[in-house]
C-alpha cells in the first residue's frame, strides 16, 4: 500500500545502509473488541514492556509506547481514538463500523495486520469523519495494520542527521511532512525525528465508488543518550501530535 517505502528502503540499501526500524505504529477506536485494552495483551504476550502514555487531547487520542523483549525488535507505538469526545453523527459512523467485529476474530497478534474488519464505509461517510478527524477517516478505510515504520538512523553509517535524510527522500521525489517543522524534537527531548507525507492510493468504498486516500507513511528517527548514558526509549508527544498528520488528506502547507 506504501509503494515509496520500498524505494526509500531501496535507495538506503543501495548506498550500503543496514535499514533497521525503530518503531512500527498502529491506530484504533476505543470502543469496540479493538480497543487497546484488548489488543495489548497480543503484544505483552510477545515479551514487549509498557513504557509510557501519551496523551493528545486536539486529536482526540490516547496513546502507549512499548519497548521490545530484544533489541533487534522495534518499539510500538499504538494509539486509540477516544470515539465519544466526536460529534453524535461520527459516533454513530464509527459504532456502526466496530459493531461488526466479532470478538472471536481477535485472538492473536495477527490482529495486527488485517486491515479493516467491518464492511468499508461509504465515502460520503468516510468525509464526514474526516471534517472532523482524520484520524477517524483514514481507520475506517485502512483499518488495523502498521500504518508507518521507522527508519532508525542512529543505526545509519553516513547519514547522521535527520535533516540529511529530508533532503534525500526529497531527492527520491517524495515530500516530507513540515507540520511543526521538517526536524520534530531536538537533542534536549532525545529524540529527532521527521516523517513523508503518505503514499495515495484509490480505494473502493460501499457501494463501489473509488476514490484516492492517504495509505501509509515512512518516519526516520535519531535518538540520545540520557543523563544516565542510557539511549532514550520514549516518544515526544509534541512531536507524535504533527507526525499524526502525516496521513491527512488536506495539508496546510
Ligand atoms: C503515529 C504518530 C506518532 C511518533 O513516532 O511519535 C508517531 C501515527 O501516525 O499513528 O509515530
Ligand atoms: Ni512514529
Redesign the pocket.
Known sequence: MTPQAETIRQALLDRGEQVRND?V???TFNIGPMRLEKLEPFILELGYQRYEPYHFPAKKLDAYGYIPPSNDLPRI?I?ELRVQELSGTSQTIIQGLVDQVDEAQINDASIFWRGPLWQVPSYSDYQTLAEESEYAAWLSIIGLRA??F?IDINALSQITEVSEMNSLIESLGYSINDSGGRVKGSPEVLLE?SSTMASKQAMTFAGGEQHEVTTCYY?F?KRYLDHDGQLYQG??AA??DK??E??NMKTTG
Open positions: 518503531h505504529a498502529f491506530r507505538f494509539s500504518n508507518h521507522t525525528q518516519e528517527a516518544f515526544v512531536s507524535a507526525i499524526f502525516s496521513t
